[in-house]
């Protein structure tokens, strides 16, 4: 069953990649309070850039990934987690060698379960994820792209109840 999941989520990416303008490929692996995280996804950079002066500036891109998660409990669940996301990242003017970032988002979120595990009942399939992360740009055109992020799963109290889901995830993204 996990094997299936994992592939009907990259054959999912390949299916929509031709139907969107792309410009990289994104994959995450992560988890925390023993729920496990296999993310892959789609990025569209931003062409607009904001406080450029000095040495820093503030730019960003749309993010589409779908995961998959899966809780270590012996009664836990798996989900399928479809996310959109507008990321905004601040970043040096410079392109090229190795240059540090931050990232700071906003996500939303559609699971396939809401229930994964007694410790994880997140109340609804409909969640928000606020994320921050961090990371470094490198390659000749800053095309490889190795990042730490913090996301945290909540519907804001809308539904009881809302135990919420922390995750840290390791990020590799390859832009073209």
């Given at each position: ?131 921050v992360g961090v990371g470094v740009t490198f390659g000749e055109k800053s095309q490889y792209d190795l990042g730490y992020r913090f ?26």
């Open positions: 069953m996990k094997n299936s999941a994992i592939a009907l989520l990259f054959a999912g990416l390949a299916a929509t990649a031709p139907a969107m303008a792309v410009d990289g490929y994104i994959v995450e692996i992560g988890g925390a309070s023993n729920i496990q995280s296999l993310r892959a996804g789609m990025i569209r950079q931003w062409t607009e850039q904001w406080f450029p002066e000095g040495h820093w500036h503030l730019t960003g891109y749309w993010e589409a990934t779908l995961a998959y998660l899966n809780s270590d409990d012996h009664k836990g669940k798996s989900a399928a987690d479809a996310s959109f996301a507008p990321v905004f990242r601040f970043r040096p003017n410079a392109l090229g060698g190795a240059q540090p970032y931050w990232d700071l988002a906003l996500g939303l979120h559609l699971l396939s379960t809401q229930k994964l595990d007694a410790k994880h009942d997140l109340g609804s399939p409909l969640q928000l994820a606020p994320l996301q945290h799963l909540t519907n804001f109290g809308v539904k009881e109840p809302d135990d919420g889901l922390s995750l840290h995830q390791v990020r590799l993204t390859y832009l073209y």
